[in-house]
């Protein structure tokens, strides 16, 4: 469209210096909708972003109206199988706060930040949830022995969510204290509902204390250790570490020998090897979710990390009767 004013076109100097002007008006915008350092949307609300789903979901309970939280890893994706794009880092960079997991469930996060650029502030804005929890150290998979790793999987007990749920809303205030009031108040709320889960979990597995479950992925040692089971675990702490047949032979028989009559698996993860070995002692199959992600299912249907942990507790109350 050929814009007029008073019938004649602009002359050249002075359409020059508008759209100059337009531009420069346009980039203050911008900045300002970033914030100091980029931290900020254009509303004022906290950008925040999250590695993967239950921090994701304390953030976004944690955070309400006072931010934006976005999440790395979609629905449906393996946190083991993912690694980040570039347009990650950019994400990052325009975040007040990242919040990740640590205890090495982010094998990329130290590259990853090293990529971020120089007015990022890593010591502030990065924020290691699990800072706090007594780790877990274990064999790393079946069939290697000597091989020693950390268990990152805290977050699968309650106890645990706790000390992250705090943590994060720690993260919050710091960065953003102007609304320290409605941190500490969804944070009060959040603090209540797992403290209820962990009481459920208490209260509900105390008659199995001692008990042996068998589940796909090495990934419920928290939730064990906190609760008095025994994980015994077809792969380790990472699902592509494959058993060796020796191992999945021994495992049969344990299962049998207990009298074991559920193999746990997890949705985001291949049920072939518990399938297998389910059909190999007359053991069922059934869900133990590691909440390390929502499929997209689940996600149309509403579920949460309270719904899930609620599945669990179900479950395994089922498999142990």
């Not at 990853?112 to 064999?139: M, Y």
């Not at 060796?244 to 009559?261: N, S, T």
Request: hydrophobic content about 40%; glycine content about 10%.
């Amino acid at each position: 469209m050929r814009m007029r004013t008073g019938g004649k076109r602009p002359r050249p100097a002075i359409a020059i210096a508008a759209a100059a002007a337009a531009l420069l008006l346009t980039a203050g915008l911008a900045l300002s909708g970033c914030g100091r350092g980029g931290d900020r949307a254009g509303d004022g609300k906290l950008n925040v972003v999250t590695t993967f789903y239950p921090l994701y979901y304390m953030a976004e309970q944690i955070g309400g109206d006072d931010a934006h939280v976005v999440n790395l890893i979609p629905a449906g994706v393996e946190p083991h199988d993912w690694t980040p794009k570039s347009r990650d880092l950019q994400t990052v960079e325009q975040a007040g706060l990242l919040l990740y997991n640590g205890a090495g469930l982010e094998g990329w996060m130290d590259t990853f930040l090293k990529g971020l650029g120089s007015g990022w502030n890593r010591g502030e804005k990065a924020v290691e949830a699990s800072k706090g929890i007594d780790l877990i150290r274990t064999d790393a998979a079946p069939g290697q022995e000597g091989t020693i790793g950390v268990d990152p999987h805290t977050w699968v007990s309650p106890k645990s969510a706790l000390v992250m749920a705090k943590n994060i809303r720690d993260a919050f205030v710091r960065a953003d204290p102007a609304h320290q009031d409605g941190y500490d108040a969804r944070y009060k709320d959040l603090s209540a509902s797992l403290s209820a889960l962990d009481a459920e979990y208490a209260e509900r597995l105390a008659p199995y204390r001692g008990r042996d479950i068998v589940v796909s992925h090495q990934a419920f040692g928290y939730l064990c250790r906190d609760y008095g089971l025994n994980q015994q675990a077809i792969m380790g702490l990472s699902p592509e570490a494959e058993p060796r047949a020796q191992d999945l032979l021994k495992l049969a028989q344990f299962v049998e020998e207990r009298g074991i009559r559920y193999i746990f698996f997890e949705e985001l993860v291949s049920d072939e090897l518990a399938q297998t070995l389910a059909s190999e002692t007359g053991a069922r199959t059934m869900v133990l979710h590691s909440l390390e992600g929502l499929t997209p299912e689940q996600e149309r249907q509403g579920e949460t990390y309270l719904t899930l942990m609620r599945q669990n507790l179900q479950n395994l109350t089922k498999a142990l009767q």
